[in-house]
């Protein structure tokens, strides 16, 4: 075999063996970054349960803390008011509403709330 195609085949099995150790490296990185990612997004989740849990007795929040009622899903909770009853959702950072939480607000927002009553006997 001629040198300079030994050579050049050399090379070539070199530059492939180096392709594959930094593909392996490069999906070992991407896994790693995932890893990060779900890891922060789990803080942020409980992050913002903590703060939903305590923000009606932050000074920041603007009704009487006595009238709040958490639920937790769909919505954080519902404000009890002499004049009004609120629903209410807390939002930390740059949370956005979920689908659900969407679909309450709008139902609210156009009216779709009821009031039912439901008598159970003994007998």
Same mark, same amino acid.
């Not at 300079?4 to 063996?17: D, F, P, S």
């Not at 008011?81 to 950072?93: G, P, Q, S, T």
């Given at each position: 075999? #001629?040198?300079?195609?030994?050579?050049?085949?050399?090379?070539?099995?070199?530059?492939?063996?180096?392709?594959?150790?930094?593909?392996?490296?490069?999906?070992?990185?991407?896994?790693?970054?995932?890893?990060?990612? *779900?890891?922060?997004?789990?803080?942020?989740?409980?992050?913002?349960?903590?703060?939903?849990?305590? $923000?009606?007795?932050?000074?920041?929040?603007?009704?009487?803390?006595?009238?709040?009622?958490?639920?937790?899903?769909?919505? #954080?909770?519902?404000?009890?008011?002499?004049?009004?009853?609120?629903?209410?959702? $807390?939002?930390?950072?740059?949370?956005? +509403?979920? *689908?659900?939480?969407?679909?309450?607000?709008? +139902?609210?927002?156009?009216?779709?709330?009821?009031?039912?009553?439901?008598? $159970?006997?003994?007998?």
């Amino acid at each position: 075999m #001629d040198p300079v195609v030994a050579t050049l085949v050399g090379l070539c099995a070199v530059l492939v063996l180096l392709l594959a150790v930094a593909i392996g490296r490069a999906r070992a990185l991407q896994h790693a970054l995932d890893d990060e990612l *779900s890891r922060q997004k789990s803080l942020s989740t409980t992050y913002g349960r903590i703060t939903e849990q305590w $923000f009606p007795l932050m000074e920041a929040y603007p009704y009487d803390a006595q009238g709040f009622r958490f639920l937790g899903s769909p919505v #954080d909770g519902v404000q009890f008011e002499e004049d009004r009853i609120v629903f209410v959702e $807390f939002k930390a950072n740059r949370s956005q +509403l979920s *689908s659900a939480q969407r679909r309450v607000k709008r +139902l609210v927002e156009e009216g779709y709330v009821y009031w039912e009553e439901f008598h $159970f006997t003994d007998e």
